[in-house]
């Protein structure tokens, strides 16, 4: 388990948060599938509430009143969410949500790539992001699916500063780790031969679980769907599922099918 007390790096994905169309619903499912203790909303912000693990912030809940998609979002540390914010639209990004100060929490922003691909900005003052990794319950990794894999790479990869270290490159598995001062920090992965027409290029969000089958259980069990059961990778055993209002999202455990563990630390 690993505490974080000041501001991830530039670059850096930083906070996750759902717009849920069922705040109880939602509340119900991740809190028994991911140990999560979520604090009342915050009417100054419009509901938002926190998600919490022995008290350290780990991702948030927003009630989804304007009709759209319910989903999950990513967002990217920055020291300065207007000129980023200037630096997408000049790349070809479109605004969403213009950089709006959340009191003295921070400023945040949500774009559209040029691809189409949602992502938020976060300029952290009061809150910093995500207080807790390495357990489970908290974001494991972010990673980036993509519908256009050259633009992506390009676009995020200047906006943020990022260099890439190739995992694959192949036709059948292209995949590409992101890095901040040589450290990994996402993934972005070339998606076009799989992701259907009516899916966008998007961010998706895993989170850390210590059996991944039993996790799928108990998902399926308080009402996911299976998008692709769970299955050993090189990085840890996956799921891919969506939740009961609609959001997908991934859960990852270092235990494989055979009991040994990978990513030991």
């Not at 390495?134 to 990794?141: H, L, M, Q, T």
Request: aromatic letters at 12%; a negative charge; hydrophobic letters at 45%.
């Amino acid at each position: 388990m690993t505490i974080l007390d000041a501001p991830l790096p530039p670059g850096t994905p930083c906070w996750v948060d759902l717009f849920t169309s069922d705040e109880a619903a939602s509340r119900a499912f991740y809190s028994e599938l991911l140990g999560w203790e979520i604090l009342p909303g915050r009417p100054d912000f419009g509901g938002y509430a926190l998600a919490q693990i022995g008290g350290h912030n780990v991702a948030g809940i927003m009630p989804n009143s304007e009709g759209g998609p319910d989903v999950w979002s990513t967002y990217i540390a920055v020291t300065d969410a207007e000129a980023t914010t200037a630096a997408a639209t000049a790349a070809g990004a479109t605004v969403l949500a213009p950089p709006l100060a959340v009191g003295p929490l921070g400023t945040m922003a949500v774009l559209f790539d040029p691809i189409g691909g949602a992502f938020g900005l976060w300029q952290p003052a009061e809150h910093t992001g995500f207080q807790l990794v390495d357990v489970p319950g908290a974001v494991a990794w972010d990673e980036y699916h993509s519908k256009d894999f050259a633009t992506s790479r390009a676009f995020y990869g200047d906006l943020f500063g990022w260099t890439y270290r190739v995992m694959s490159d192949t036709d059948d598995f292209r995949y590409i780790t992101a890095e901040v001062d040589g450290n990994p920090v996402g993934g972005m992965m070339d998606s076009a031969g799989f992701l259907p027409e009516q899916v966008p290029s998007h961010w998706a969000v895993y989170f850390t679980v210590e059996d991944a089958d039993a996790a799928q259980a108990t998902a399926v069990r308080l009402g996911a769907t299976v998008l692709r059961p769970a299955e050993d990778s090189p990085f840890g055993r996956i799921v891919d599922l969506v939740d009961p209002t609609g959001a997908a999202f991934k859960l990852h455990s270092q235990t494989l099918s055979d009991g040994t563990k990978v990513f030991n630390g």
